[in-house]
């Protein structure tokens, strides 16, 4: 790997501009592989010396992945204009310049979402090609009927005259009108759409999965994790989705059933 700037190394993983990192770094804050450095024009090798900046070691990846879970009232959006940004969500410290959710959920749905700076990532995962499974869990106003298996699975035509993908649907042994979603794609209000083509109405929306990434337990709403880059990887890898469905926590349930 080329050696790089210390200064071009800390600014893409923290929000400090270059004249912060040069003030910080005269002031004794960063540390190279446990040396205090003093100049922020130092070379160093990004894949093997490690990079502290006010004692918080930073990783060696260029980009951050950030996963979500996001409480309603926030929009997928980087900016703030039909209600406050998912970014407003991320604590400055794991914020870098350029984050940006990689793909949308409604203003009023929750669940995982990924936030992340790297667009080439963010262009894989979201390429109509890609065909990412999403597994969501929606929380219904009249109780789940089997019926939706078949329609679900032929491709269901929504009200506007389109046809979506193949899609599986499951109940939940929680509660009879919560059930669990497998989509393909991603078009607009979709899962939405889709219930209320079979005379259903979705009160609460949750997404669980993308890929194999499933949103952990112990993330509370309005909470995120940075990922490591074997978790980011697990975005690709094809789901099983009667075992993720098995899997869903209770605690989750829960919460749907009481918002
Ligand atoms: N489908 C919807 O209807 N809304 C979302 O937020 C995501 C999928």
Redesign the pocket.
Known sequence: MPMIRLDKFISERTEFSRSQIKQLTAKGAVSVNGNTVKKSDLKIDPDTDSVSVQGRLLSGDKHKYILLNKPQGYVSSTESTEGPSVLELIPPEIRTKGMFPAG???KD?IGALLITDDGELAHRMLSPKSHIP?I?IVKLARPYESKYVDIFKKGIKLADGETCLPAEVKSSEYCDKLAFVQ?YE?K??????MFAAVGNH?EI?M?FSLGSLVLPEKLALGECMELLHKDVENLFVQPVFERICADFPEVFSANLINI
């Open positions: 949308r959920l409604d749905s999403k969501y989509l991603g607009y209000h979709q899962v939405k759409r979705v929306l997404r």
